[in-house]
């Protein structure tokens, strides 16, 4: 890869359980506008709009894309949306980087908003993801399908509950550092085993919100950045891997993947570090943001981001290596865990991470992180989407 | 100032074409109560439920190979939460590597008491053996089978 492609605009909603002062578009221009206004820029200047909607259904508006044209201001600009489940953000992040490093534009929006807590029921769209012919009859959901995550865990490593309501912990306390976070409020190892049981091992408080917000980003390249001596952070490491589809292939003889681990994000890190020259990210890196909307799953992200060895991130949580202060804080804004805008959830994490090596982060900064990454999963935890990001 | 709100439905019938492949399997299941897993001739693998080709070549899978009624819990969840259009909790589900199968497959588990949710997850745990129970009437479902635990 020649030029660069560096991050000179960002927006996010501060998020919340409803927005009934603001429409759906509403919600995607309101980041959009913040975005613009922190890149000192104007609408006319973005050539290209990637559009970030996961599922449909979420919104409850049947190709949302549609209505949020008008959001991104995309007349008569190229337009084109994505969809990867969860990791929905951080692949638009990547398309709208390849846009500018295949040299088509030189700048490139990418944006988009959820209203989770507008479809009253998260898991009823989620369990229409299950395929019609095998397995759409089992109650499947991404809950239980990431309990099941949690039970192969303990089962190889040893993970307790107590463990899992340590990252609730770390992640709400960080979280109330957060002003755009949704769950601000700190708790403690009690309050999490006092929640009720949702889908065992997995409590209400090892759980994300549905939260309703949207996040934009402004990417240019390398030449018009250094043209108009525009500040910049840049995306040095860009990876994608995927997963094949049945959870029962992830488990049973010959399987192709661990249910407990994840395979496929560790691939996509490696690939985001090869490209990004980073050989040991222990050392070269100072900031993650993970995508895990339940607590169980920051362990097997912080394993397969190579920060820590299988079944070994319980052990460091346990000696405070991963919150603010620690080696290498891992979603020092809260993460997922506190807020959960689906469409734009993975987008947040990179955002995040931008904003952590501008050293722009407010009450939750890394200090001296100069280098960070983020990550994003989706589908039947299939689509794993990472970005390193550096000052 | 007053915020309003509309409420909106979606409920949208689907008839969804299973295919050769998972039309056989039902029909197995529905005439004889036999689970069929079908073999990926490139890694060997007996693919329970059966696909019609292999994800590893795109190559068709080949041979029907008969599987179960025995088996090893291989993941669990025990719901305790109620959800919109799904079964009133608690109920126990997860996926089972029926013997002479090499994935596993999805499936509720019966005979279990759910009260406690400790001691229940003890009675499911990872490599527990199952028996698979058929309905009496059957109807070429998923939902035709259930696992037990042999311990009962």
Redesign the interface.
């Known amino acids: 890869m020649s030029a660069r492609v560096g991050i000179i605009g960002i927006g996010q909603s501060a998020f919340k359980a409803r927005r009934?002062?603001a429409s759906y578009p509403d919600l995607v221009r309101e980041a959009v506008v913040t975005a613009l206004n922190d890149a000192n820029m104007e609408l006319d200047d973005i050539e290209a709009v990637v559009y970030s909607l996961s599922p449909d259904?979420m919104v409850?508006i049947g190709n949302a894309e549609r209505v949020g044209v008008d959001a991104v201001g995309a007349r008569n600009k190229r337009f084109l949306r994505v969809n990867t489940g969860g990791a929905t953000g951080i692949s638009s992040v990547a398309a709208a980087y390849y846009h500018v490093a295949a040299g088509a534009c030189d700048v490139v929006l990418t944006a988009g908003a959820d209203k989770v807590g507008e479809c009253?029921?998260s898991?009823?769209v989620l369990?229409k993801i299950w395929d019609?012919?095998?397995?759409r009859?089992?109650?499947?959901?991404t809950i239980?399908m990431l309990?099941?995550?949690a039970?192969?865990y303990m089962?190889k490593y040893g993970m307790t509950e107590e463990d899992m309501a340590r990252v609730v912990v770390k992640n709400r306390w960080q979280a109330s550092k957060n002003p755009n976070a949704h769950l601000r409020k700190e708790t403690t190892i009690e309050e999490v085993f006092a929640s009720?049981?949702?889908?065992?091992?997995?409590k209400l408080f090892d759980c994300c919100p549905q939260s309703s917000g949207g996040c934009a980003m402004v990417l240019a390249s390398e030449k018009y950045i250094k043209d108009r001596g525009l500040d910049a952070v840049w995306i040095t490491g860009v990876g994608h891997c995927s997963e094949?589809?049945?959870?029962?292939?992830r488990?049973?003889?010959?399987?192709?993947a661990d249910?407990a681990d994840a395979f496929a994000l560790r691939a996509s890190f490696a690939r985001a570090f090869k490209m990004a020259g980073i050989t040991d990210p222990r050392k070269q890196v100072q900031v993650a943001e993970l995508y895990a909307p339940f607590s169980n799953t920051e362990f097997h992200s912080i394993e397969a981001a190579g920060l820590a060895d299988l079944g070994q991130a319980p052990a460091m949580m346990r000696e405070g290596r991963f919150q603010i202060g620690g080696d290498i804080p891992v979603n020092p804004s809260g993460g997922t865990l506190c807020t959960n805008a689906i469409a734009v959830t993975a987008m947040v994490r990179v955002a995040e991470v931008a904003q952590q090596v501008r050293g722009r982060a407010g009450g939750h900064q890394v200090e001296g992180a100069r280098v960070g990454i983020a990550s994003g999963n989706g589908g039947d935890h299939q689509f794993f989407g990472t970005m390193v990001i550096e000052a | 100032m007053e915020?309003l709100?509309r409420k909106?439905a979606?409920n949208i019938t689907?008839t969804?074409a299973?295919?050769e492949t998972?039309s056989w399997f039902y029909v197995q299941l529905r005439d004889h109560a036999k689970i069929y897993g079908k073999r990926d001739a490139k890694?060997?693998?007996v693919?329970?439920?059966p696909r019609s080709f292999s994800?590893?070549s795109l190559q068709p899978t080949t041979d029907w190979v008969e599987v179960g009624p025995g088996g090893r819990i291989?993941?669990?969840?025990?719901?305790?939460?109620e959800?919109?259009?799904?079964?009133p909790p608690p109920?126990a589900?997860?996926?089972v590597?029926l013997d002479g199968?090499?994935?596993?497959?999805?499936?509720?588990f019966k005979g279990v008491d759910l009260t406690d949710?400790k001691a229940?997850?003890e009675k499911l745990?990872?490599g527990t053996r199952i028996n698979t129970k058929f309905a009496e009437k059957r109807v070429g479902?998923?939902?035709d089978f259930w696992f037990e635990p042999e311990a009962g």
């Open positions: 009934d002062d259904a409850g009253g029921d898991q009823t369990n019609p012919t095998y397995e009859q089992l109650p499947l959901g239980n309990a099941m995550s039970v192969r089962h009720r049981y949702i889908s065992w091992p997995v094949s589809y049945y959870l029962g292939d488990m049973g003889n010959g399987q192709t249910h | 915020l709100k909106e979606w689907y969804h299973l295919g998972a890694t060997g693998r693919l329970v439920p994800d590893q291989e993941t669990f969840s025990i719901v305790y939460e959800f919109q259009n799904l079964p109920y589900f997860g996926y590597l199968a090499d994935t596993a497959i999805g499936g509720f949710p229940a997850s745990k990872i479902d998923v939902l």
